[in-house]
């Protein structure tokens, strides 16, 4: 970051500290934060609170610089990420610290939005409100996404910074994504923003999703040791009718073959927004020489479709040159 002023620490410069904020962002896009601790009459500094210096006004060329109350990022980067602090300035040289902490993720392919990167739910009556969108002048939205697929039909009207629902019901239960641009000193800056709708049906699936393992993972193991394979999968909104995640090994599900190494146990959780999670973890008493050639693959169901994730086993290197050294 360019223009810095050198701070001496900030804890000796702060007389309050307040609650902390994290804001998600994806790499490459604007993303503009807003100090909620403001008036017009006193003054903000913001601060990068890992290095304790203070974030200047913009200047030519600026990739990341502060204007009262906001701090802006044009466009954000990998090397952004990172803890941030807005200081309000009140008479008596009192001031107050609201602290923010700014993850970037980057762009991978197949996925429209991390996990990280949602905003909370709306009421369920059908508006969807962009969020932050307000944050940024001028700004147009270009598109409006459901689950990563573009929105069309007519029961959607889209306003200014809205979507409305017509008579909402539970297949409508998803994750919205507004795509807009912003326009600063005629560059043109792209993002993105969502937050997940549920309407008042009682559940809703949506796409299985395997947070973990990832597919084609490899995970390293000693032979003789245990091991326990967790596989923690997204199923929908609300408890569902058909939600199953599950384990199998060389396309047999562990519960089919006849071995005591192998056992599952299940339970199942709500996150936030409602969102229903199933995770089964795999128990291996003895990992033994064939184990290391067999593919273990999560299953995750419900009643849209289902998905899987693989992983394989490697010996840790240690152990390898035992055995090498052992010889067959």
Known sequence: MMGYVHLVFLSTFLSVSMTSETFDAMEGEALVIKCPQWSSSVKVNWYHTDTNKIIP??????????LERFLWFLPTSRQDSGNYSCVTHFPRNRTKSFNISVQVHPYKQGVCFPSQIRYPNDTGRGKIVCPTIDNYRNATIIQWYKDCKPL?????????KYIFINNPRKEDDGYYTCQFTYTHKRNVFNVSATRIFISKAKHSPLPPQILFPKDKG???????????LKCQARLGIKK???AVVTWD????P????DSSRFHEKTHFFEGREQEYYRETTLHIT???KEDLQANFTCVAV????????????????QSEDKLNHQGP
Do not use: C, W
């Open 57 to 66: 006004a913009e200047e030519e060329g600026s990739q990341v610089f502060s």
């Open 152 to 160: 069309q039909g007519q029961r959607y009207f889209k306003g200014d």
């Open 218 to 228: 490899i995970i390293e193991v000693e032979l003789g040791a245990a091991l326990s």
């Open 240 to 242: 569902q009718p058909i």
């Open 249 to 252: 090994i060389d396309n047999i």
């Open 254 to 257: 562990v519960k089919h073959l």
């Open 286 to 288: 003895e990992i033994k």
């Open 302 to 317: 419900n009643e849209m479709q289902n998905t899987k994730a693989t992983v394989t086993l490697k010996l840790k290197a």
